[in-house]
């Protein structure tokens, strides 16, 4: 099994930075891909960016440009620092962990709110 500890979450003013953190505790030797995905109230869930162990980075529109993520192996944390952020990026923001192919098993944090006030 694999637990993933999300936090950093919280109110912001719009333009302003949060930086999130999710650390991964258990049989980590498991996961290659960690990342987020968001959730807004009354949208589905869509995934904002994610990194592999060996750096490789995928990053989706609703981020790109304001958005880094990135990881840190011996810590078995991911991060995601986001800047200028806009009252859209309101949601729930869940780390997660994804085995290799074929497998591609996930494994999910408990989520943290994240809110920016106009």
């Known amino acids: 099994q694999v637990q993933l500890v999300e936090s950093g979450g919280g109110l912001v003013q719009a333009g302003g930075s949060l930086r999130l953190s999710c650390a991964a505790s258990?049989?980590?030797?498991?996961?290659?891909?960690m990342g987020w995905y968001r959730q807004a109230p009354g949208k589905q869930r869509e995934v904002v960016a994610e990194?592999?162990?060996?750096?490789?980075?995928n990053y989706v529109d609703p981020g790109k440009g304001r958005f880094t993520v990135s990881r840190n192996n011996r810590k078995n944390t991911v991060y995601l620092q986001m800047n200028s952020l806009k009252a859209e990026d309101t949601a729930a923001y869940y780390c997660?962990?994804?085995?290799?192919?074929?497998?591609?098993?996930?494994?999910w944090g408990q989520g943290t709110q994240v809110t920016v006030a106009s």
């Open positions: 997660y962990g994804r085995t290799p192919a074929p497998r591609n098993y996930t494994y």
């Open positions: 258990g049989n980590v030797f498991r996961i290659n891909y």
């Open positions: 990194i592999s162990r060996s750096g490789s980075i």
